[in-house]
């Protein structure tokens, strides 16, 4: 610690700090532009300079060490001298259209111009204009009003990790832009709009659309993947008008995700379902709540009575709240059913019985950055949990080994010091593989059986290298992400992965899909556990799509799209003899198996609580009211069971749901061990390639499907088969020709798009899509032929 | 778009001789600050496409030495002496900074824009002459002057110009 003084105030500050953060610790302001606290130093903009004392000139206080015994002037006449004249340079070029920015009333060139600068300029020389630069569906561009503060460059380099954008030209030339035409694709790109000091990048779906001081904010949590985000909502008069990050170092920085970001576009969107429905004959009526309501309960009655509760089943979403998935099992379990199920895209039930209380990531996200080396297996966490691999990136960065075993070559926003990419079957060889190199270095004793799933492959090279690393490091992690837990070798994966953790000292950990799988598997949203754990047995997802049900419920769930059995799920929903859909959007499919359709609020129209992937309880207020008609669901989950006459569904508000589930759930302590069985074999059926099912990010759930600008962008994957090239010319297939992928009976044709990251034997076919939900799997063979 | 990080490579649009000629200056960096070489590695593969930089040749710069294609964008834009349109056989730099300017250059730039029949900044029809306006090069003392490839020309005069141009192919 060093001593300096700012304005006359005496401060304690870290050695090797700059002035600006002493300053801003002891929360003196001192104007800036370039400096941010997240990115590297530019000292560029030169309007922190401040008057240092035995300094003949003003220093930039971003890019000035503390000394000890340093006497700091920020409001000094030499000081003020100097930001004026900054600010005067910086206005030279800067258009005065602030009438028809949308960073107006936010925009720090206009806060900082109101206290330095001058109410007319003394430039009459020609001004500089800059062409629009089109960055694609998410950020809207006036480059004119750009000041070269590079942060949207050293974003790209240092955050996101892919540097897309940069300042070419020089001088008065300089331009921020990509300098040839494309859009820029990083997950996290919409952070550029916070960073952006000025009006020169703002959000495209939000333009023109408010001004900041019309917004009320709330605080929220983002509902698409089990990171978590803080979020902030902003409404305007009962309408969603924009997501912006709330701070908080401890899961997301100061970013989010762009898909936490512009989902909400699809909030208002025209899918909403207004008013319930139910189906009469062929026809689909409109009805009051209680109608409908009472129409739900006479037919899932109806159903109990004749084939009793076991053909009773619900799907859930994993992005439900805590709350509303605690009441979904309650209701089904006090009907006499434990079939529920949030898993929708696992496909291996065997080792159920073993799997952990939740789906924990095994440490902190804060502490993901201080890994030494990460074993990912399946997870293309980029894409899956933006944020969780911002923190992957950062560890990489500082020179920890990150590695990959997977059954894709994926492109990470950072180096991998090792990549396997295997057919999803052969992932187990491989992770056999590493098992057996590190048992080798540890002379450990080998499980029971371990040697029959490395057979016949032996050893590798890579499989050592990758068991040395993790076992040099202090700190590591192994993680299984979504790709893994939807493989049907979900249960070998899961085995061998405990003993890779426990022989190299590493933790075992999860990034599973949904905002709130952890939060799910308390609620005891899965058929065999209860809240808090305590084992039960009902049907899993698997059973329930295969063996049918009689009546279903579905909690923000399209079959469709959000099981790993699109078609075998949609039959099963269409066979079914009673359907009951709680979601805030309609669709045509769903008007083809429903019987009642019961309008629910999105995530932003009701409080509630996602637990996520450290096990951190987040609980968020509703930022607005529900569209329409429609009622947040814990309420609706809630009268029906009122309807049923059943005990314990009194409740009157979420918190009362939240102490309630909180009381049943209980302490957990997650198990920090996974118990090693040799899971009982199982042959993959069919004939033909293995199939990947991709889970692309912009079609985890209802909402990012029906958010337009986010399914505009180069993310958004249209329906097509990926192969490599070797394989293709086998099959006599051609990039951009169309073939057909067939399972089961079902058929559909799609174009192929030779793709060398994909393995050998394997196509690769996205899940969650429109133009492959009638495929029966994603897991398992697939056949290919030129159509 | 494709699923994976498997992009199509750009690498075989420099030559092997070219290559070989980077790899003398990416030995003259630190394994791991291979980039610092971007500067020469542009002058090469100019050279080797007829004094020109394209898109695609500044990807395979990027690609050769681990950059991100904008980060070479960005040099190649910096720097005056990069070209990223086709120009004329002979690329005429004319100096028209301030020395050169008090000794006559506009006159200079006169006469070859009468000769040649273009503008600053423009190539001859033929494809045989650029003609580009270029800051100080260092050679005030013998102001006026130009540089046409490798080569400086100094003292200018309308008559000098001409055999100088008269001379070239
Ligand atoms: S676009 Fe915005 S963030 Fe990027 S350099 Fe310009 S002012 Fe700075
Ligand atoms: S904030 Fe210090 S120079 Fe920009
Ligand atoms: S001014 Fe022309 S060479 Fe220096």
């Avoid at chain 1, 610690?1 to 700059?18: F, L």
């Avoid at chain 1, 990010?697 to 962008?713: H, S």
């Avoid at chain 2, 790899?23 to 500067?39: E, L, S, T």
């Avoid at chain 2, 542009?42 to 690609?63: H, K």
């Amino acid at each position: 610690m060093v001593n300096i003084e700012i304005n006359g105030i005496p401060i304690q500050a870290r050695d090797g700090a700059m002035v600006i953060e002493a300053a801003d610790e002891a929360g003196i302001v001192i104007p800036r532009f370039c400096y941010h606290k997240k990115l590297s130093i530019a000292a560029n903009c030169r309007m922190c300079l401040v008057d240092v004392e035995k300094a003949p000139k003003p220093l930039p206080a971003c890019a000035t060490p503390v000394t000890d015994g340093m006497v700091v002037r920020t409001r000094s006449e030499k000081a003020l001298d100097a930001q004026k004249g900054v600010m005067e340079f910086l206005l030279i070029n800067h258009p005065l259209d602030c009438p028809i920015c949308d960073q107006g009333g936010e925009c720090e060139l206009q806060d900082l111009a109101m206290g330095f600068g001058k109410d007319a300029s003394r430039y009459t020389e020609a001004r500089r204009v800059v062409p629009e630069k089109n960055l694609g569906p998410l950020i809207a561009t006036d480059m004119t009003r750009c000041i070269h503060c590079t942060r949207c460059v050293r974003f790209g380099r240092e955050i996101a990790g892919i540097m897309e954008l940069g300042a070419t030209g020089r001088g008065e030339h300089t331009e921020i832009g990509t300098y040839v035409e494309r859009t820029v694709n990083s997950e996290m790109s919409g952070n550029v709009i916070d960073l952006c000091p000025v009006g020169a990048l703002t959000s495209r779906p939000y333009r023109y659309t408010g001004r900041p001081w019309e917004n009320r904010q709330s605080v929220s949590i983002a509902p698409h993947d089990c990171v978590g985000s803080n979020i902030y909502i902003e409404t305007r008069r009962g309408r969603l008008m924009r997501v912006l990050p709330q701070e908080n170092e401890a899961i997301n920085e100061t970013w989010i995700s762009d898909r936490d970001r512009f989902s909400y576009t699809a909030v208002q969107g025209e899918a909403r379902l207004a008013r319930p429905m139910i189906k009469q004959g062929e026809d689909w009526k409109e009805v009051d709540w209680h109608t409908a309501l009472e129409y739900a309960v006479e037919g899932i009655r109806r159903v109990r009575e004749q084939a009793g509760s076991e053909q009773i089943g619900a799907l859930v979403s994993p992005s439900s709240t805590l709350e509303e998935l605690y009441l979904a099992q309650k209701l089904l379990r006090a009907l006499g059913s434990d079939n529920i199920d949030h898993r929708l895209r696992q496909t291996d039930f065997r080792d159920q019985d073993l799997a952990p209380v939740a789906p924990l990531l095994g440490s902190t996200l804060a502490e993901l950055e201080a890994r030494d080396a990460v074993l990912l297996i399946g997870s293309f966490t980029r894409k899956d949990q933006p944020l969780a691999a911002h923190r992957l990136r950062k560890a990489a960065v500082r020179g920890a080994a990150i590695m990959s075993v997977s059954s894709l070559a994926y492109d990470f926003n950072f180096d991998l010091a090792a990549e396997i990419v295997a057919a999803p079957a052969g992932m187990v060889n491989e992770l056999a593989g590493i098992a057996s190199a590190l048992l080798e270095l540890s002379g450990g004793e080998a499980p029971e059986g371990l040697a029959s799933l490395l057979a016949p492959l032996a050893i590798s090279e890579a499989h050592r290298d990758i068991a040395a690393r993790l076992r040099e490091a202090e700190q590591g992690s192994v993680l299984l992400g979504v790709q893994a837990l939807g493989q049907a070798e979900l249960s070998e994966l899961r085995a061998l992965a405990g003993v890779i953790a426990r022989e190299s000292g590493a933790s075992l950990g999860y990034l599973p899909d949904g905002a709130n799988a952890v939060g799910a598997w308390l609620a005891g949203a899965v058929p065999h556990r209860r809240p808090g754990g305590d084992e039960t047995g009902g049907r899993d997802v698997d059973n329930m799509i295969n063996d049918g049900l009689r009546a279903c419920l579905l909690l923000g769930v399209e079959p469709e799209f959000d099981t790993a059995q699109p078609a075998r799920a949609l039959a099963t929903v269409e066979a079914a003899d009673f359907v009951v859909v709680m979601n805030p959007f309609v669709s045509e499919t769903m008007k083809t198996y429903a019987d009642v359709l019961l309008p629910v609020a999105t995530w932003a129209e009701t409080a509630g609580t996602y637990v996520n992937v450290e096990g951190a309880w987040q609980r968020f207020t509703a930022a607005m009211e529900p569209l329409g008609e429609a009622r947040p669901a814990w309420k609706v989950l809630r009268v029906l069971g009122n309807l049923f006459e059943l005990d314990g569904f009194e409740q009157t508000s979420t918190d009362e749901v939240h102490d309630e589930a909180r009381e049943a759930i209980g302490e957990v302590t997650p198990a920090t061990d996974s118990a090693w069985r040799l899971p009982a074999a199982r042959t993959v059926a069919g004939e033909g390639l293995q199939r990947i099912a991709f889970l692309p990010i912009y079609g985890v759930d209802g909402l990012v499907r029906r958010a337009a600008a986010l399914q505009a962008t180069a993310d958004a994957p249209p329906a097509a088969m990926y192969l490599n090239g070797a394989l293709a010319a086998e099959l006599g297939l051609s990039d951009g020709e169309s073939a057909v992928a067939r399972q089961d009976n079902n058929a559909v044709t799609l174009p192929v798009i030779i793709d060398e990251g994909v393995p050998d034997g394997c196509v690769l076919i996205p899940q969650a899509i429109k133009g492959v939900e009638m495929l029966a799997s994603a897991t398992g063979r697939v056949s290919v032929e030129r159509a | 778009m494709m699923q994976s990080g498997k992009r199509a490579s750009k690498l075989h649009l420099i030559t092997a001789a070219s290559l070989e000629e980077i790899d003398h200056w990416v030995a003259k960096y630190p394994a791991d600050r291979k980039q610092g070489a971007v500067m020469a590695a542009l002058r090469i593969v100019q050279d080797q496409n007829g004094g020109w930089l394209s898109n695609d040749l500044m990807d395979a710069v990027a690609e050769y030495l681990g950059m991100e294609p904008i980060e070479v964008y960005e040099v190649a834009t910096f720097y005056s002496m990069y070209e990223r349109d086709p120009v004329g056989r002979h690329k005429i730099c004319i100096c028209t900074n301030i020395s050169c300017m008090l000794c006559g250059s506009a006159e200079i730039v006169r006469h070859l824009e009468e000769r040649l029949g273009i503008k600053l900044g423009e190539t001859t029809e033929d494809g045989r002459f650029t003609l580009k306006e270029v800051e100080c090069l260092g050679a005030c003392v013998d102001a006026p002057m130009f540089q046409i490839g490798r080569n400086y020309y100094a003292k200018l005069t309308k008559e000098k110009v001409d055999e100088i141009l008269d001379a070239l192919d």
